[in-house]
Nanobody
Framework: QVQLVESGGGLVQAGGSLRLSCVAS????????MAWFRQAPGKEREFVAS????????VYADSVKGRFTISRDNAKNTVYLQMNSLKPEDTAVYYC???????????????????WGQGTQVTVSS
């Protein structure tokens, strides 16, 4: 059974930084892409960033490009989201996700991801 457990969320002032972590278990982590999504109150879940199995290819939402960095450590079964220059509009619950199929490399589409974590709250104060 695949499990994803996020951590690292919290309250930070605008301009600050946070690093989110997501530890995966239940299958061979290095075979699969990983992604981060977020959902703000009253809004739909939106794509943040995705990384392929090796970490060599990444894609970002325009809203976070240049401020956020996704990375992974396959030896630790962990994907990270380094968030810098945080803004109040980054406030959301952040979820990590991974596809069921190894053929999904990197994708912005939530429908491509079959496993999700429980989420971690990020709150950015102005």
């Amino acid at each position: 059974q695949v499990q994803l457990v996020e951590s690292g969320g919290g309250l930070v002032q605008a301009g600050g930084s946070l690093r989110l972590s997501c530890v995966a278990s239940g299958r061979t982590f290095s075979n699969y892409a990983m992604a981060w999504f977020r959902q703000a109150p009253g809004k739909e879940r939106e794509f943040v960033a995705s990384v392929n199995w090796s970490g060599g290819n990444t894609v970002y939402a325009d809203s976070v490009k240049g401020r956020f960095t996704i990375s992974r450590d396959n030896a630790k079964n962990t994907v990270y989201l380094q968030m810098n220059s945080l803004k109040p509009e980054d406030t959301a619950v952040y979820y990590c996700a991974t596809p069921r199929d190894t053929r999904v490399t990197i994708s912005r589409l939530s429908s491509q991801y079959g496993y999700w974590g429980q989420g971690t709250q990020v709150t950015v104060s102005s």
